[in-house]
């Protein structure tokens, strides 16, 4: 009887031994997978950081590209009158040159943009604008009495309106023009101020004929100028200066102006981020010496750096 009791016993007691060591047993697992399940976790968790960090990455060079690409595939088209030296016209081989032309050109380089100077129709440039043939109007283009037409660029150059005849006329003033013939450019200012609905509308109704007359290009009225066809031109101090400078003691200037005003670069209506680029790039070339040194190009062209306005 004794010795059943000390098996019993001893049955019991391996018994709990074994229930102990497997529970230990059980136990380290269950740390070790829970170990092992937070590792796991972390490193994904790093992964999927680094991950979103790579991509946000690669989204901003996306984007850097993308925009770097946008200003690089842009192209400055500029509508120009052919024969309006010395702001814009076509030299010996037939390339678009003059001072506004270079000017535009530079400011292409300094925004990273492509250019274009494509020679139109002046009297054809509203339609050239709003058909998107070209994307501005830069070539000796007066702002005032424009302003609500275009979306400008600030005012670069000061320019005048002027009168010229011929060295030996008998016109010294304004008031002598009365019952001669006086020719404009189609669609430049002297048409409008010296017509019906303009400022100086009796000196124009006191020309011959009862108003000022028209021609599409300045170089064919200073051509009739010479020849005697009619007695005085109105037009750009600029176109003035030109002409006087190409034919020496030919022509004078009276000393009485029409009307001063600005040149400035016009864009279609609402495109104010373009005029904004082109007002910084512009102020950016006079501060570097860029508009001195292309003003001193066509200085004798009757272009002079003391009527540059854009400064600040």
Known sequence: MKTFKFVAVAIAAFALMAFVLVGCSSGSSASSASSES???????????????????????EASESASAESAEGFTLVVGFDAEYPPYGYLDADGNPTGFDIDLAQAVCEKLGW??????IDW???????????????WNGFTIEGREDQYQFSKPYMLNEQVVVVKADSDVKALAD??????????????????????????????F?????????????????????????????LSIAAFQMSQAADKYIMLDEKLLSEHYGVGFKSGDAETADAVNGAMLELYKDGTVKTLCEKYADQGMTFDNWVLTE
């Open 38 to 60: 937070a590792s796991a976790e972390s490193a994904s968790a790093e992964s999927a950081s680094a991950e979103s960090a790579s991509a946000e990455s690669a989204s901003a």
């Open 114 to 119: 492509g250019f274009e100077a494509k020679p």
């Open 123 to 137: 009297n054809s440039k509203d339609l050239e604008l709003e058909s998107g043939n070209i994307n501005c109007i």
């Open 177 to 206: 023009l009365a019952g001669k013939k006086v020719i404009t450019q189609a669609g430049a200012p002297p048409e409008e101020l010296l017509g019906p609905e303009g400022d100086m509308a009796d000196l124009g109704a006191s």
């Open 208 to 236: 011959d004929g009862g108003a000022i007359q028209t021609i599409p290009d300045y170089n064919s009225a200073f051509m009739q100028l010479e020849s005697g066809a009619i007695d005085a031109v109105a037009c750009d």
